[in-house]
């Protein structure tokens, strides 16, 4: 089964850093960019950016340029998006997914939530 | 690079249809045909329902369409059925090498 699999519920303070992951299976890691999606709570979604695993090519939206981190591992085949400095306002659920014809597989979702 | 436009809100009767607009710039929407249409019911993750503007993936309903004209596109659900009710989100590739979604629509049936 093609499938993505993230990490699970974060719970942290102004100031921390974090990473999340998300695990591809069932299909060639290294052939499809994976998308990173934000959505804050009772908002729409945002795309955040792209990422090549194969040879972590890194597209970002102007407005998350300089505050995240894409990063992928492709010998374990996963992804991460990190925060080196959390905000309040980073308090939201993120997804993977993955490009194909659109993004067509997704992440079940990590919740992060920052609070002092 | 500001988000899609899309309505907040569409409501249709069962059996009815409906078409959701998605209007960008000529520097998304309107340059590329890489318009996709996602679900999302509360508390899921997206679900692709339609691809390169108008390709449906395997496994969606037949009632499900798209189509592009300049700078919108559209979603149109024939045939509108309970199940339908959600969040529905356009995408588009952009100029800058990445991806902008729609500001969401829900559908109330």
């Known amino acids: 089964e093609v499938q993505l699999v993230q990490s699970g519920t974060e719970v942290k303070k102004p100031g921390e850093s974090l990473k999340i992951s998300c695990k591809g299976s069932g299909y060639s890691f290294t052939s499809h960019w994976i998308g990173w999606a934000r959505q804050m709570p009772g908002k729409g979604l945002e795309w955040m950016g792209i990422?090549?695993?194969?040879?972590?090519?890194?597209k970002y939206r102007p407005s998350f340029q300089g505050l995240v981190t894409f990063s992928a591992d492709k010998s374990i085949r996963t992804a991460y998006l990190q925060w080196s400095s959390l905000k309040a306002s980073d308090t939201a659920m993120y997804y993977c997914?993955?490009?194909?014809?659109?993004?067509?597989?997704w992440g079940q979702g990590t919740m992060v939530t920052v609070s002092s | 690079q500001s988000a899609l436009t899309q309505p907040a809100s569409v409501s249709g009767s069962p059996g009815q249809s409906i078409t959701i607009s998605c209007t960008g710039t000529?520097?998304?929407?309107?340059?590329?045909?890489?318009v996709s249409w996602y679900q999302q019911y509360p508390g899921k993750a997206p679900k692709l329902m339609i691809y390169?503007?108008?390709n449906r993936p395997s496994g969606v309903s037949n009632r499900f369409s798209g189509s592009k004209s300049g700078n919108t596109a559209s979603l149109i659900i024939s045939g509108l059925q309970a199940e339908d009710e959600g969040d529905y989100y356009c995408s588009s590739y952009t100029s800058s090498s990445t991806y902008v979604f729609g500001t969401g629509t829900k559908v109330t049936v």
């Open positions: 997914a993955r490009l194909d014809d659109g993004f067509d597989i």
């Open positions: 390169d503007v108008s």
């Open positions: 000529s520097s998304d929407v309107g340059d590329y045909n890489y």
């Open positions: 990422i090549d695993p194969d040879d972590s090519d890194t």
